[in-house]
T-cell receptor, first 111, second 111 residues
Framework: RKEVEQDPGPFNVPEGATVAFNCTYSNSASQSFFWYRQDCRKEPKLLMSVYSSGNEDGRFTAQLNRASQYISLLIRDSKLSDSATYLCVVNGPDTGNQFYFGTGTSLTVIP | DAGITQSPRHKVTETGTPVTLRCHQTENHRYMYWYRQDPGHGLRLIHYSYGVKDTDKGEVSDGYSVSRSKTEDFLLTLESATSSQTSVYFC??????????FGPGTRLTVL
C-alpha cells in the first residue's frame, strides 16, 4: 500500500470555479502534512502546510482529518495560473525524517 | 529562495557509464535528499543525509550511492548507469526537519 494516495485527475475546471483535492495517508503517526505545487518540468514548490485546525491562505484552504487520515485542498475562484500538478506530502516521526509524496493531481483551469 | 543548485541540469549518457550528480546548498541545512521523479510514480526517495558523512537509504536506493563530505554538498552517484535510471532527479533540503525545498532538477537520459 502506498504511503500517500491521490486522485491523479485530471481536473479541468473553468475560471472562477471552486475545486477540491483529497489525499489519504497510511501512517496514523504522521505529524506533518503539506501541499506542494509543481509546474510542468519544474521543481515542486511549497504551497502550504496543513495544520490540525485547518488553515487558509487567500483562495487556498487546507484541512486535515486525522480520524480518516486524509488531507484536502480547496481552491476558490480558480485562476488560469492555478493550472499545475498539486502534490500531497506527508512526514512523521515513524518515518525518520523521510517525506512521502503522492503522485500528484493535475489541474487545468480553462478560460 | 533556499539557495539550492544542481549540476548538471541535463545529461545524456550511455549504459554502463558512471554518473555523478551534485547538489549544492548555501545555507548549511542539516538534511539533504535525493529523489527521482517518474510518470505514475511521483517523487521517490533515493537517499538522504542528516549530516556530514551521515546518510541513509530511501525507497529506491538500489544502483545508487551518495556521499556528503561537506555540509553544503550532497553527491549522488550511479556507479553503472542503466536505462531504468533515466529520470528527473531532484535534490531537496529540509528546514527545521520539516518543510522541504527543492533544487531545479537534473534530467538524466541513459541510452
Amino acid at each position: 500500500r502506498k504511503e500517500v494516495e491521490q486522485d491523479p485527475g485530471p481536473f479541468n475546471v473553468p475560471e472562477g470555479a471552486t475545486v477540491a483535492f483529497n489525499c489519504t495517508y497510511s501512517n496514523s503517526a504522521s505529524q506533518s502534512f503539506f501541499w506542494y505545487r509543481q509546474d510542468c518540468r519544474k521543481e515542486p514548490k511549497l504551497l502550504m502546510s496543513v495544520y490540525s485546525s485547518g488553515n487558509e491562505d487567500g483562495r487556498f484552504t487546507a484541512q486535515l482529518n486525522r480520524a480518516s487520515q486524509y488531507i484536502s485542498l480547496l481552491i476558490r475562484d480558480s485562476k488560469l495560473s492555478d493550472s499545475a500538478t498539486y502534490l500531497c506530502v506527508v512526514n512523521g516521526p515513524d518515518t525518520g525524517n523521510q517525506f512521502y509524496f503522492g503522485t500528484g493531481t493535475s489541474l487545468t483551469v480553462i478560460p | 529562495d533556499a539557495g539550492i543548485t544542481q549540476s548538471p541540469r541535463h545529461k545524456v549518457t550511455e549504459t554502463g557509464t558512471p554518473v555523478t550528480l551534485r547538489c549544492h546548498q548555501t545555507e548549511n541545512h542539516r538534511y539533504m535528499y535525493w529523489y527521482r521523479q517518474d510518470p505514475g510514480h511521483g517523487l521517490r526517495l533515493i537517499h538522504y543525509s542528516y549530516g556530514v558523512k551521515d546518510t541513509d537509504k530511501g525507497e529506491v536506493s538500489d544502483g545508487y550511492s551518495v556521499s556528503r563530505s561537506k555540509t553544503e554538498d550532497f553527491l549522488l552517484t550511479l556507479e553503472s548507469a542503466t536505462s531504468s535510471q533515466t529520470s528527473v532527479y531532484f535534490c531537496a533540503i529540509s528546514v527545521f526537519s520539516d518543510t522541504q525545498y527543492f533544487g531545479p532538477g537534473t534530467r538524466l537520459t541513459v541510452l
